[in-house]
């Protein structure tokens, strides 16, 4: 009887798992410490300490979802206590070419975005330049700016205004203006990938240059995503459309952010956009803008 109850003892030790073992000292310091500096950086940290103790790996989860907690709560208070005039980030960028010899050309992109997350509001402006002479002649001259507001009821739901201002002549108009608002959802919440689409009623004044001033009323639909792929290489792509009446706008701005020193990156982009109805019939439908320019964080 002893001897059965003692072989099936062993069978039964053999068949569980492995006992977990506490995690070493050295690796929760480790992880305290990538916590500190970011997000990413504790997420490969645990993966990579995960790897080399598996035994561990429980303890380690529970460790990193405290330490997120902790810096979610932080960072809750941070905002709650955050005056009008603090808080703002933003960066600038600038890209410059010129061609002499058969042909010459001179070419300037110029781009500011500042941006502001509160408690319940979020607020960004974005301004662009682009501007491209040929052997003297004008052949591109671009500029929009805009702002938005979200009130946020919740992590995922959100409430917008948004207005935009652009000149493009080599588009057929002097000047567009838009308003809008409407409601705005994200698919998709993590330090390291956001998606979200928006959708709602605008209104556009748009002052063509041969047709003169129209007024008109739109619906928009917009997705944002954003993702970043290691701590210093991020890819964005936003896309909105304007359908109105006789006319839809599209516009898609794809870019590729790779971190050099410190608060300096460059940046690759390309804008595209789409007019189904273009002022006159000598104007192309689908026009677009590719950008290489230095960016810098502030």
């Not at 748009?206 to 993702?227: E, H, M, Q």
């Amino acid at each position: 009887m002893i001897r059965r109850l003692g072989l099936a003892i062993l069978l039964l030790a053999i068949a569980l798992p492995a006992s977990a073992e506490p995690m070493p000292e050295q690796t929760e310091m480790l992880l305290r410490a990538a916590a500190d500096k970011s997000d990413a950086l504790l997420g490969s940290t645990a993966d990579l300490a995960k790897k080399t103790l598996p035994k561990s790996a429980h303890e380690i989860d529970a460790l990193v979802k405290q330490l997120r907690t902790m810096a979610t709560l932080r960072h809750q208070l941070k905002l709650r206590h955050l005056g009008l005039l603090r808080g703002w980030k933003g960066h600038g960028q600038v890209g410059a070419s010129t061609s002499s010899g058969n042909t010459r050309s001179t070419g300037l992109a110029v781009g500011l975005d500042f941006s502001r997350e509160g408690l319940r509001w979020t607020h960004a402006f974005n301004a662009t330049f682009d501007y491209e002479r040929d052997n003297g002649v004008e052949t591109k001259g671009r500029y929009f700016g805009s702002y938005q507001t979200n009130y946020r009821f919740s992590d995922r739901l959100y409430l917008l205004g948004l207005g935009s201002w652009e000149s493009d002549r080599f588009s057929g108009f002097d000047s567009r203006a838009t308003e809008s608002v409407g409601f705005g959802y994200s698919l998709v919440r993590t330090p390291d990938l956001t998606l979200s689409v928006e959708g709602g009623p605008a209104l556009r004044q748009t002052d063509f240059v041969i047709a003169g001033l129209k007024n008109t009323f739109a619906g928009r639909a917009a997705v944002n995503y954003a993702w970043s792929l290691l701590p210093n290489l991020k890819f964005a792509e936003n896309m909105s459309y304007y359908n109105e009446a006789q006319d839809g706008t599209f516009t898609s701005n794809t870019a590729l952010t790779v971190g050099l020193i410190g608060s300096l990156s460059v940046q690759a982009s390309y804008l595209a956009q789409y007019e189904s109805t273009p002022a006159t019939a000598l104007l192309h439908r689908y026009n677009s803008t590719a950008r290489t320019t230095l960016v810098y964080s502030f």
